[in-house]
């Protein structure tokens, strides 16, 4: 037996990285990092009540990222540490830099609504409206709020299979400073920095990074059915990326505060047309996105009453030079385009919250938005045709909302809210949603429930692209349900969560190929159960999480399971720390058989995906670390004929002052 408690640590410690390569990078563990801009608790969102709220008094199904696991998570990504959310699938069109969709509970990508600050970012000139997360850098985050479930009640349009709020960094505490550098495999480095702090009334945080990786062909990397004669000579498609934001706030303590922020990312990356005899193209995408926002807020009534006003601004921004080749690469057989996409929105929203003692607390508002979408196309091959706007729209969207949130003694919780959303000259529609949450404190359980609607309006392409347009359609509706129960074990040292939902969408608008336009004809239904469990098996050395949803996801026009919902996904993981400055991550992932097409039609395996992590930390400033993705390299596709990494390498420094 070994006798020497640090010694029996090493020992494990090296067992597991031996022989273990399983973990997450859900629940890492990052030294203590000094004068860091303190987060707000992970028992307290944000999100769920459009209010600071205990996560513990919410029916909700929510789940919060903190900013340790975003660090151990890849630098230039948001794709891996998502990925390990119960309920939320995350898609990548051939690996790092390239477009990424994210779905809630087997709703579409559009259908999932994407918030930066609480400030709403899909972009209005893509077809269902959704935001591309592949432009955000890590660096920029300070945590990551998932809500599941319909949320138009709260939210409003696009916000059917849940709400991801977005939240950066903020300024708290005495001046500190963050720098990180990285490389590894593909060519792949990646640098960031920032600065956060405090002065008097003054907050401020500033951060910027850049990411760039030489990447390999997204179409046909590592695909065993191809000829790996002929894929070997496919060219790697790469891409880099800069991206920064700003954030700045007051607060005197007289009641009155005010705070602004600004964020910019640009992305260029390369891509194949993925069809046709020559599908390995020389294609490059640009996408550029803005946000800008100021939020002032004031209390009344004794602070009973606490007014805010947002306006803000966002815009996309997505060029495609696309080549497309016919039965040779001659330029008469050549087809050379550029199209452009430019998406705007722009609006002001009132938030009113009102606490009312014994009877709870109001929050009601009124928002305004006009969103705008331009695009424009142009050839030069094999024959020119000069640059011409094919679609210029715009539309306003008027809303209301309130929401209850009721306390019964002390230990039951009740919401109810609702919303009206007019989208002027095109639909009006009504949501609802209401929540319960009841503690039984003695044995550290928290049952829980909910039911809303969901509403998506059109969006400027489905309503008025050239052709393809149909003005006359109407929004896509849903209603869903959940029951869960968060149970906590072990003295407190472990907790299981456990949820069972079900959603029915109706008037969903899908392509006609045969009368080339848009219309509202089809149903859909997901139903399922998520699970996220945490064990420390050896405080201070020995911890685990694990997560699992099952998902069935079917057209009901057809009773076949709808497009890349995989029906089964599971992670788990483990965090080892030897000593206090060391830490090892094993993970792994588990993705079960899926159809990347309509109608069950281009079934991609399943696949089991290891990773390790591990960190060091040299001295109070500096701590070092590295990773293996897919140590086993196992081949997968997420999209059919589209590439993943195999074994990848990967290393750093990172300072705190």
Request: aromatic share 10%.
């Amino acid at each position: 037996m070994v006798r020497d408690p640090l010694r029996a640590r090493l020992a494990l410690a090296a067992a597991c990285a031996a022989f273990s390569a399983v973990s997450t990078p859900a629940f890492s563990q990052s030294p203590p990092q000094p004068r860091e801009t303190e987060l707000p608790s992970i028992d307290i969102t944000v999100t769920a009540n459009r209010s600071p709220t205990e996560i513990q008094r919410t029916g909700s199904a929510i789940t919060v990222v903190p900013r340790e696991q975003l660090q151990s998570s890849n630098p230039g990504s948001l794709v891996d540490v998502l990925r390990t959310v119960p309920g939320l699938d995350v898609t990548e069109t051939g690996g790092p830099g390239a477009s990424t969709s994210v779905r809630l509970r087997g709703a579409n990508s559009g259908q999932t609504l994407v918030l930066i600050d609480g400030i709403r970012v899909g972009d209005p000139s893509s077809t269902s409206g959704e935001f591309d997360i592949s432009s955000l850098s890590p660096a920029l985050i300070d945590r990551i709020e998932v809500l599941r479930g319909p949320q138009s009640a709260l939210y409003g349009s696009d916000a059917m299979g849940g709400v991801i709020n977005i939240i950066t960094k903020r300024g708290l505490g005495p001046t500190g400073a963050f720098a990180q550098v990285e490389g590894g495999s593909y060519g792949t480095g990646a640098v960031s920095g920032g600065v956060h702090g405090s002065q008097g009334p003054w907050s401020y945080a500033a951060s910027g990074s850049f990411a760039r990786s030489d990447g390999f062909s997204r179409y046909g990397y590592r695909i065993s059915r191809f000829d790996p004669a002929v894929t070997a000579g496919y060219d790697a498609d790469g891409y880099n990326r800069f991206s920064g934001y700003g954030r700045v706030g007051y607060d005197p303590g007289t009641g009155f505060r005010f705070e602004a922020g600004v964020m910019a990312s640009t992305t260029r990356s390369e891509y194949d047309a993925a069809s046709g005899r020559y599908p390995d193209t020389p294609n490059v995408s640009f996408r550029r996105f803005y946000q800008l926002y100021g939020r002032g807020s004031w209390d009344t009534l004794d602070g009973a009453l606490t007014h805010a006003i947002t306006t803000f601004f966002a815009r996309s921004e997505r060029i495609f030079r696309e080549v497309r080749y016919g039965s040779n690469q001659t330029p008469a057989q050549t087809t050379a385009t550029l199209s452009e996409y430019y998406g705007q929105r722009v609006g002001a929203e009132y938030q009113g919250d009102l606490r009312l003692g014994l009877a709870g607390r109001v929050t009601f508002g009124a928002r305004l938005e006009r969103e705008t979408a331009e695009t424009f196309s142009e050839r030069s091959l094999p024959t020119p045709i000069a640059r011409a706007s094919t679609l210029e729209a715009g539309q306003n969207t008027r809303a209301l909302f309130a929401l209850w949130q009721l306390p019964i003694g002390e230990r039951l919780d009740l919401s109810i809210g609702g919303r009206i959303d007019d989208v002027v000259g095109v639909a009006r529609f009504a949501t609802w949603r209401g929540t319960l949450a009841y503690r039984i404190t003695e044995t550290g359980t928290k049952l829980r429930a909910s039911a809303g609607t969901g509403g998506k309006a059109p969006t400027l392409f489905q309503l008025y692209a050239p052709i393809y347009g149909n003005p006359s359609l109407s929004p896509e509706t849903s209603i869903g349900f959940d029951a869960g129960i968060d149970q906590s074990f072990l003295g407190g040292r472990g907790t299981l969560s456990v949820t069972a939902f079900s959603n029915r969408f109706s008037n969903l608008i899908e392509f006609n190929s045969a009368t080339s336009s848009y219309f509202n004809v089809a149903r859909a239904e997901t139903r399922g159960v998520e699970m996220a469990a945490s064990v420390v098996f050896w405080p201070d050395f020995v911890r685990m999480r694990a997560g699992w949803t099952y998902l069935e996801a079917r057209d009901l026009g057809t009773g076949l399971t709808l497009a890349r919902r995989p029906r089964n996904v599971g992670t788990l993981g483990f965090v080892v720390t030897p000593t206090p400055a060391w830490s090892i991550e094993p993970s792994m992932t588990f993705v079960s058989q899926r159809y990347s097409g309509s109608g069950e039609s281009l079934r991609l395996n399943p696949y089991m995906r290891f990773d390790l992590r591990t960190s060091y930390q040299i001295d109070r400033t500096w701590t070092a670390f590295a990773r293996v993705e897919n140590l086993t390299n196992v081949r997968y596709e997420e999209v059919f004929n589209y590439g993943t990494a195999g074994r990848s390498f990967y290393a750093g420094l990172r300072a705190n002052w």
